[in-house]
């Protein structure tokens, strides 16, 4: 199956600092989620997007689901020590509702210096 | 919330043997599925069903088979664990409304093969 393909593939930064993140695909997408994964536990949504241009917050992250449908970014502002983890872009391709599976970004490992 | 949980958080079984791994949701959600988590290979989907006694190939179905009897419960199968199928489990469910994009995990199983 396709991947996602997600960049960084690791960031290293300081506490305060701005993060942003993003996914690409050759293939459009009918909605775009986030997900944070702690060692050892299993991904948790952060954000769901739905519409091309649709920008949404959650706290201090925010998402857009690009224009063309084929891709999406992630940012975190002022970043504390509990945003460390890793970060996952997924994509459907099947309208609200449908039971495809998801497809996968390889994740950006996010790691905060004190 | 909704609650997804899996039989067992660490498995230690050896090469030959049947495997079950369970996940329960707690939410009424029509579809479940099945990734496996590997480094370097993100989550990749190896069965999905979206009603009970349904199931639907992903993208890395062999070696496994799977099992929904009711609508809360979605069983994954080895039928003879091999090496290769060392991996994170993890289990999802969704939806069938507008939302059914939003997939939730389970903590995951870390399954180890001798």
């Known amino acids: 199956g396709q991947q996602l393909n997600q960049s960084p593939q690791s960031m290293f930064i300081q506490e305060g600092e701005d993060v942003s993140m993003n996914c690409t695909s050759s293939?459009?997408?009918?909605?775009w989620l986030w997900y944070k994964q702690d060692p050892g536990e299993g991904p948790v949504l952060l954000i769901a997007l739905y519409k091309a241009g649709e920008l949404t917050s959650n706290g201090r992250l925010t998402a857009q689901f690009g224009i063309t449908r084929k891709d999406s970014f992630l940012n975190i502002s002022a970043s504390i020590p509990s945003d460390v983890g890793i970060y996952f872009c997924a994509g459907q391709k099947s309208p609200g509702g449908g039971a495809d599976g998801l497809t996968f970004g390889k994740g950006t490992h996010l790691i905060i210096q004190p | 919330d909704v609650k997804v949980t899996q039989s067992s958080r660490y498995l230690v079984k050896r090469t030959g043997e049947k495997v079950f791994l369970e996940c329960v949701q707690d939410?009424?959600?029509?579809?479940m599925f099945w990734y496996r988590q590997d480094p370097g290979l993100g989550l990749r989907l190896i069965y999905f069903?979206?009603?009970?006694?349904?199931?639907e190939k992903g993208d890395i179905p062999e070696g496994y088979s799977v099992s929904r009897e009711k609508k809360e419960r979605f069983s994954l199968i080895l039928e003879s664990a091999s090496t290769n199928q060392t991996s994170m489990y993890l289990c999802?469910?969704?939806?069938?409304?507008?939302?059914?994009?939003?997939?939730?995990f389970g903590p995951g199983t870390r399954l180890t093969v001798l």
């Open positions: 999802a469910s969704s939806s069938s409304g507008r939302a059914g994009n939003e997939q939730f």
């Open positions: 069903s979206y009603d009970v006694k349904m199931k």
């Open positions: 293939s459009i997408f009918n909605t």
């Open positions: 939410m009424d959600h029509e579809n």
